[in-house]
């Protein structure tokens, strides 16, 4: 009896859980068109949770925006081809992604065209 009680105390506790865990991965914030830009690298950061592309761009007024672009972590983003040295500060990039709902420069990545034509 108490080893079905300790059981459910913990199938409870996982259900209840669950929701807030799944909650960091949503995409309510993002659009759901895709955009594509063209830039300069300004800085890679390769690091966990999330690897972060950072350009600068030129928006639809000609003014020149740093975008920041986030990706999935660096175990997954290698299974896809990039690595720590895949850009460097002034490298020219095309850059497709889901822009955040609010209107700032922020994204999700979807592919990235290196300078020498590659596309990730």
Known sequence: MRKNLVLVIVAVGLFAVSPSLSAHHGSASFATTEITLKGKVTEWLWANPHCF????????????????????????????????????????VTVTLQ??????????????????????
């Open 53 to 92: 592309l950072k350009i600068d761009a030129m928006d639809e007024t000609g003014k020149v925006r740093n975008w920041n672009l986030e990706m999935g972590n660096p175990t997954d983003m290698q299974a896809r081809g990039f690595a720590r040295r895949t850009f460097k500060p002034g490298d020219e």
């Open 99 to 120: 822009p955040v709902t609010s209107g700032a420069s922020v994204g999700r990545i979807r592919t990235v065209v290196l300078p020498d034509g590659t596309k990730l």
